[in-house]
Nanobody, 123 residues
Framework: QVQLVESGGGLVQAGGSLRVSCAAS????????MGWFRQAPGKEREFVAA????????YYADSVKGRFTISRDNAKNTVYLQMKSLKPEDTAVYYC????????????????WGQGTQVTVSS
């Protein structure tokens, strides 16, 4: 089992920045690909970003490319999502997830999920 706990969400003005974190515990963190997803009210959950086991490979949704950066610190068992130039449409609950293989944006293949952290961007 892997337990994931997100933190760092909050309220920010449009154009601002925010970093959310996801702390993992349980099994060896570096054995997992990590992903960030988000779900806005009334919408389906959507992929945001993914990072490979060592952090050498990343992948982003087109909607966040150039604005968001995913990173990880395997020594701290933590994955981060740095968000810049935030827009009101980025408002959502942000979830981190762990997968054993490079499943990228396929949410069905992520094995473990956190409880989410709310990010609200005001206009």
């Amino acid at each position: 089992q892997v337990q994931l706990v997100e933190s760092g969400g909050g309220l920010v003005q449009a154009g601002g920045s925010l970093r959310v974190s996801c702390a993992a515990s349980g099994r060896t963190f570096s054995n997992y690909v990590m992903g960030w997803f988000r779900q806005a009210p009334g919408k389906e959950r959507e992929f945001v970003a993914a990072i490979s086991w060592s952090g050498g490979r990343t992948y982003y949704a087109d909607s966040v490319k150039g604005r968001f950066t995913i990173s990880r610190d395997n020594a701290k068992n933590t994955v981060y999502l740095q968000m810049k130039s935030l827009k009101p449409e980025d408002t959502a609950v942000y979830y981190c997830a762990a997968a054993s293989s490079w499943v990228v944006d396929n949410s069905d293949r992520y094995n473990y999920w956190g409880q989410g952290t709310q990010v609200t961007v005001s206009s």
